[in-house]
C-alpha cells in the first residue's frame, strides 16, 4: 500500500470525482442505466429497476464523502465493494460471450471488456489504499 499524503489525496480527488460524475450520468438518466443492467441477464426485472435507482445515488454520494474527507472509511469500502461487483460482473458477461456496454457513465460508457476490468482494478487499488490509510495520513 501506498501512504503518501499526496497520493492519497490524489486517489481521493480521482476515484471520488469518478463515482460523483458516473453517479450524475445515471441519476439524469435512470431507464438507460436499467437498460445497462438488464443487458448483463444476471438479475430479475424488478432488482434491475431498483438498482438502477438506488445504485447511482450510493456512487454519487460515496464519491463526494471521499472528496470531502466525511465518512472517508466507510465511502473507499463502499467504493471498493462496487468496485470488486462490476469486475466480477463484467467477468461473468465476457464468460458468457454477452457484447454489451458497461453502464458506467450512463450514454457514455464504453465496451464491457478486459480493458474496463483493468481499470476497475486500478481504481480498487486506489480505492482500498485510502481505506487502510491512518487517519494522520489523509
Known amino acids: 500500500m501506498i501512504w503518501n499524503k499526496w497520493f492519497l489525496l490524489g486517489s481521493r480527488l480521482i476515484v471520488g470525482g469518478l463515482f460523483i460524475w458516473a453517479g450524475i450520468l445515471k441519476i439524469i438518466d435512470p431507464l438507460d442505466f436499467a437498460q445497462s443492467i438488464e443487458n448483463y441477464r444476471v438479475f430479475p426485472r424488478f432488482v434491475v429497476f431498483i438498482v438502477a435507482i438506488v445504485l447511482p ?55 464491457a471488456d478486459f480493458s474496463l476490468i483493468l481499470m476497475d482494478m486500478a481504481m480498487l487499488f486506489l480505492a482500498l489504499n485510502i481505506f487502510f490509510a491512518k487517519r494522520r495520513s489523509l
Open 57 to 111: 445515488w450510493v456512487e454519487a454520494l460515496s464519491g463526494l464523502f471521499l472528496i470531502i474527507g466525511l465518512f472517508w472509511r466507510s465511502s473507499s469500502l463502499i467504493i471498493s465493494i462496487l468496485l470488486i461487483g462490476f469486475i466480477g460482473l463484467v467477468a461473468i458477461a465476457m464468460l458468457r460471450g454477452i457484447d454489451t456496454t458497461c453502464g458506467c457513465f450512463g450514454s457514455l460508457s464504453r465496451k
